[in-house]
């Protein structure tokens, strides 16, 4: 069944293309634009008399049913107020939208809490303006708090906040002593980060044997997953999580706090970007993303992942990345062009992850050969980088991995009779 809806945008610059995005994100089809060209929005309605009186004649002399309408950047209360009393039809900006995008989103309980919280924020200067409308006797009520006085609904919105947070802190703790128990287990923490739509949740996928949903839609992963990449080679637990976009609204990066802790908390982040867009795309979304990561102080290093390549020429990858090199933000960062279509350059990546973790150290041990000794050796390729194994009279054995993991190892190959070398 097709649910699509109809939506008109409005826009004071020419950078429309998001907008169009994050409406189709949620089956609004924007049939209509109208852009008025300023520096600043009008105070009160957002876009000049002139052009609003030509929206009004377009909704009224159009046969089509207009759903929404979609302002291209951030309303004061008291403009949404005045459009949607001119316009007779429900306005949304741009937070809203991505707000309404999250809330369709929002699959588990933390993500629910994190967009109430978010929607609420969102929400209280608009109920401020209501009030102060509703004491003029222009508004009786609104948008969900139709039943309650505005007072009242001021008060609860208040309470909620504070409930949510207490919620929010709660799991918070939750996911740190899990994850402090995963580190100690020896497993190296990755996360992917970058915009939305990059391919995050395909490379998971691709990783790990997992189905995370993929989808050619803007903000299809709000929840966090976490999962073991199947290489046993590489004992590393992969984290996918919500995505990037330009001037991602506060209220939204203060409720996701925790999420994007996630983020910041790994020993490696891989930084997807979609190498197929446009030059000028690309760059953008990569700036925005490696400045959100920066902003969410992240210290470990970051891979830069260009994904989609099977969608572009050689020649034409070649000048992208040489392009991306040349900045100077991202100097310190490896590059890694890649496709998670087409399975290409995958190990590369492992390879290029592996090398970047912190604290990596080769040892080379000597084993009696034994039953128990085959449990540990399999225990080894199961936590640590085999680079070499050979059996005469004992089994000697090298291996890469972090200094955690070393030390179990070592300590389990002493008790077993066996010796350290190097
Ligand atoms: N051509 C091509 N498409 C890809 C590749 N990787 C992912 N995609 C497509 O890109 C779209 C977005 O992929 P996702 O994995 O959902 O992206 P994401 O980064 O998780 O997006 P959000 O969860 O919205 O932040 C989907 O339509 C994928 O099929 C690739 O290597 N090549
Ligand atoms: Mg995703």
């Not at 990783?207 to 290489?231: A, D, I, P, Q, Y």
Request: charged content about 30%; aromatic content about 6%.
């Amino acid at each position: 069944m097709n649910n699509t809806k109809n939506a008109i945008i409005i826009s004071i610059s020419e950078d429309i293309s998001e907008t169009i995005d994050l409406a189709d994100s949620l089956d609004y089809k924007a049939i209509k634009t109208f852009i008025q060209k300023r520096k600043t929005p009008d105070v009160n309605s957002y876009i000049g008399r002139g052009k609003l009186d030509e929206i009004i004649d377009y909704i009224s002399n159009k046969e089509i049913n207009i759903d929404l309408i979609i302002i291209n950047g951030d309303l004061k209360p008291s403009q949404w107020f005045n459009l949607e009393k001119k316009l007779g039809i429900n306005v949304y900006d741009r937070i809203r939208l991505i707000l309404d995008i999250f809330e369709k989103r929002a699959d588990r309980r933390e993500a629910k809490l994190q967009v109430k919280l978010a929607q609420l924020g969102y929400e209280r200067p608009f109920v401020r303006e209501i009030i102060h409308r509703a004491r003029a006797g222009e508004h009786p009520g609104f948008m969900a708090g139709g039943e309650y006085q505005v007072d009242d609904y001021y008060e609860m919105i208040k309470k909620q906040i504070k409930k949510i947070k207490r919620n929010l802190d709660t799991i918070r703790d939750e996911r740190e002593i899990r994850r402090r128990h995963r580190h100690i287990s020896g497993f190296y923490l990755v996360s992917l980060a970058g915009y939305t739509n990059a391919g995050k949740s395909s490379l998971l996928n691709l990783l790990s044997g997992e189905k995370v949903k993929v989808e050619g839609k803007l903000f299809s992963t709000l929840s966090t997953t976490t999962r073991r990449v199947k290489n046993k080679n590489y004992p590393i637990l992969l984290t996918d999580t919500v995505g990037f976009i330009q001037n991602l609204p506060a209220l939204i990066i203060d409720a996701f706090h925790s999420t994007l802790e996630e983020i910041s908390v790994a020993d490696i982040v891989l930084l997807l970007v979609d190498i197929s867009e446009n030059e000028e795309i690309v760059n953008k979304k990569l700036n925005v993303s490696f400045n959100e990561l920066i902003e969410i102080g992240v210290k470990s290093p970051i891979i830069i992942v260009l994904n989609k390549s099977d969608l572009l020429s050689k020649k034409d990858l070649d000048k992208r990345i040489n392009l991306i090199k040349k900045q100077d933000s991202i100097k310190k960062c490896k590059i890694v062009p890649l496709s998670v279509k087409n399975n290409e350059n995958i190990d590369n990546l492992l390879n290029v992850i592996f090398l970047s973790f912190p604290q990596i150290s080769k040892s080379t041990i000597k084993l009696p050969i034994n039953k128990t000794t085959q449990s540990l050796i399999s225990w080894i390729y199961d936590i640590a980088h085999v680079i070499d194994i050979s059996y005469d009279e004992f089994i000697t054995i090298t291996f890469e991995c972090n200094i955690i993991i070393r030390d179990k190892i070592i300590s389990r190959c002493l008790s077993l009779n066996g010796k350290l070398i190097e």
